[in-house]
């Protein structure tokens, strides 16, 4: 029989929600262990080292908040790559020794809820136990890949990496590539790989209405100009704005405003780049069809005008709205409609043409064509938001899976906790805000949260907190409610969990805005954990 390892908490992920669960638990000075799949710091930024891969956060905002580690931080762009974001962690590393409280290449694959002694027992897959009060899940929303089941993949004799899986080294010079996917990953991947392979070919079912990126370098002094002005304010600022940035979506009735004032507006936020566009629009932007149209056709007029041929412009930015703007996650690009005018780069529009099997050589369409490949690139997202947590075998106190609890829609209390599995927390999980925010916002908020509430715990004697049902599902209601604007109007989007086959669709994220989320989390908090049962 393994040996058992007690701790007070288990945290599963060492990304940045685990990181910062970690080191705000060990000022409680309880007992807390990170078990870690990979074999590195980093979370998404370890997994997601594909070509081109960057965060959409501008610098500083997507960073820990905290004074000691980015005093002595520099970035060196605007909108760092993983390359950069990897060295971060390992400063932070460095600085706070996170790893002594890290075991590494341990996945977690089970955990199991023992009432009668109010303890988690935790299982990885290379058969290690652990005992703990608390569970802390930090597998952040993309920790499970999706491929799809294209016919004759397994007889593929070129090479095939899901972006997400991506090898140390890979030298696509040379090679004729195939993208399959247009979400935030391919688009990354289409601009930086376009200029090194022999040949391109993307396989393209829907447009992404991506926004200007406007990357820029940062030097070290506008860095310690800005420390001293107004980084405090910046993270101050993040719990104050529905999307955890500094800039935030505009209140005012589109009633109220005029053309011009609006036009004005997106001019504004498509010079000054980044997602301002986006979650810096009106926010009519999600609910009035009629507002959403004028802002597609303004999006439509910036793209085309860089895309010469017709036939290509109405691939890429067709007169029809493929889906209202915003309701999918817009990708922020750098040069990704000129890579469509290169010789060497050639879009299928697999929406009328659709993948018919991947042969020995290549990929067939539908309509006959079989494009020659080396190399494929799955670019086909996530099992996003519930995957993760889902994929282990986790249960409560009636013994039964979440993943069974969660096959007819997910369920929780505030976004962060489950009636049923006790002392269980997740950050940046299911109906938390999520991607709606800027990842350390409300990762730190939501973190803060838990901690706080595990020293509430222990400073008044209290060995276990579980939300009750009737909490639970009046805040699913709420979260629910949130799907009944325009999300529900693109095909597929897993922000409804629609990218994937047979997953009930619902909305997946908190989509009322950091400060409404923050005052729910509070109220309970202050009313002595209302909605949840203390013993
Ligand atoms: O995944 P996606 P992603 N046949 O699901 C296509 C974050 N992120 O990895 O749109 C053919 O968005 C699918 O087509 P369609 C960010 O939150 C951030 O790109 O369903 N095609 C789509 O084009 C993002 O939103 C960054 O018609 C198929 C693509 O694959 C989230 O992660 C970078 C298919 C999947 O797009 C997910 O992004 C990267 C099929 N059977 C990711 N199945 C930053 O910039 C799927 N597709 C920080």
């Not at 569970?135 to 016919?151: D, Q, R, V, Y």
């Not at 011009?260 to 009519?284: I, P, Q, S």
């Not at 509430?456 to 909490?471: C, F, W």
Request: net charge negative; glycine share 8%.
């Amino acid at each position: 029989m393994a040996h058992t390892e007690e701790y007070d908490v288990i945290i599963v992920g060492a990304g940045f929600a685990g990181v910062h669960q970690l080191l705000n638990i060990r000022k409680l000075g309880l007992a807390a262990k990170i078990l870690e799949a990979g074999n590195g710091l980093g979370g998404t930024w370890y997994w997601n080292r594909y070509p081109g891969a960057r965060v959409d956060s501008e610098m500083p905002i997507y960073q820990f908040s905290d004074p000691e580690l980015w005093k002595d931080w520099t970035f060196s762009e605007y909108y760092p790559g993983w390359k950069e974001i990897q060295a971060y962690f390992r400063y932070v590393d460095e600085k706070l020794d996170v790893s002594r409280d890290v075991l590494y290449n341990s996945r977690v694959v089970s955990a199991h809820w023992n009432d009668s002694v109010n303890r988690w027992t935790v299982t990885t897959e290379d058969g290690r136990v652990f005992r703990a009060q608390f569970l802390s899940l930090c597998t952040g929303i993309g920790a499970k890949h999706h491929i799809p089941e294209f016919k004759g993949l397994d007889t593929f004799e070129g090479e095939i990496h899901h972006a997400s899986r991506w090898p140390e080294e890979y030298d696509f010079t040379g090679k004729r590539a195939g993208v399959i996917g247009t979400g935030s990953t391919g688009v990354q991947i289409i601009q930086e790989i376009a200029p090194v392979v022999a040949h391109l070919t993307v396989f393209q079912r829907t447009p992404n209405l991506t926004l200007p990126m406007r990357q820029r370098k940062i030097s070290p002094e506008e860095q310690e100009q800005l420390k001293e002005d107004l980084y405090p304010v910046f993270y101050n600022r993040r719990n104050q704005t529905f999307s955890g940035l500094f800039y935030d979506l505009d209140p005012t009735p589109i009633a109220d405003t005029t053309p011009e004032e609006r036009t004005l507006a997106f001019e504004d936020h498509w010079e000054k780049g980044g997602l301002r566009f986006w979650l810096g629009n009106y926010k009519e932007l999600f609910s009035n069809q009629a507002f959403n149209d004028e802002v597609y056709s303004f999006w439509r007029m910036k793209v085309r005008e860089r895309i010469p041929d017709p036939h290509l412009q109405e691939k890429l930015a067709p007169m029809q709205p493929p889906y209202p703007f915003g309701v999918k996650q817009p990708s922020l690009e750098q040069r990704y409609y000129e890579v469509y005018s290169q010789s060497n780069v050639t879009l299928v529009d697999i929406s009328k043409a659709a993948i018919e099997e991947i042969t020995p050589n290549g990929l067939k369409t539908s309509d006959g064509a079989e494009h020659k490949l080396d190399v494929l690139v799955l670019a086909t997202g996530f099992d996003m938001v519930t995957g993760g947590i889902a994929s282990i075998d986790i249960r409560g106190q009636d013994g039964i899976p979440i993943k069974e609890k969660w096959a007819d829609g997910v369920q929780s209390y505030l976004g962060l906790a489950s009636a049923m599995y006790p002392n269980m927390f997740w950050i940046y999980g299911p109906q938390s805000p999520c991607s709606f925010s800027n990842g350390p916002s409300s990762i730190e908020f939501t973190s803060e949260w838990v901690t706080a509430c595990l020293k509430y715990m222990k400073v008044n004697n209290i060995s276990s907190i579980v939300p009750s049902l009737e909490a639970q599902h009046a805040y699913s209601e709420l979260v629910d409610q949130g799907s009944d604007a325009l999300w529900s109007k693109a095909k597929t989007s897993w922000y409804l969990g629609t990218n994937i086959y047979g997953k009930k669709e619902q909305m997946l994220q908190f989509s009322g805005g950091m400060p409404a989320y923050a005052k729910l989390c509070n109220d309970s908090a202050a009313k002595g954990y209302d909605g949840f049962t203390l013993k």
